[in-house]
Nanobody
Framework: QVQLVESGGGLVQAGGSLRLSCAASGRTVSSSAMGWYRQAPGKRREVVAT???????YYADSVKGRFTISRDNTKNTVYLQMNSLKPEDTAVYYC?????????WGQGTQVTVSS
């Protein structure tokens, strides 16, 4: 069983920054791929960024150059540093842990970017 707890969301003005954290328990964050997804009202959940067990990263085109995913194995935590935020980044952000055929999700954290 994997438990994921996100934190760090909030309200920020356009151009601002936020750092999301995802603390994992039950498994080590370095043992599998992890990622951040987001879901805006009325839209489907979409991938934002992922990091593999080997450290390779992937970013959606919409966030490339603005967001950075990272991992701290000592704290068993994955981060999403979000800079130059735009109103279209407003969504609930979810942490994901993939383990074979199983998917684990956090409860989500709201990010709201005002114009």
């Amino acid at each position: 069983q994997v438990q994921l707890v996100e934190s760090g969301g909030g309200l920020v003005q356009a151009g601002g920054s936020l750092r999301l954290s995802c603390a994992a328990s039950g498994r080590t964050v370095s043992s599998s791929a992890m990622g951040w997804y987001r879901q805006a009202p009325g839209k489907r959940r979409e991938v934002v960024a992922t990091i593999s067990s080997g450290g390779s990263t992937y970013y959606a085109d919409s966030v490339k150059g603005r967001f950075t995913i990272s991992r701290d194995n000592t704290k068993n935590t994955v981060y999403l540093q979000m800079n130059s935020l735009k109103p279209e980044d407003t969504a609930v952000y979810y942490c994901h842990y993939g383990l074979g055929p199983y998917d684990y999700w956090g409860q989500g954290t709201q990010v709201t970017v005002s114009s």
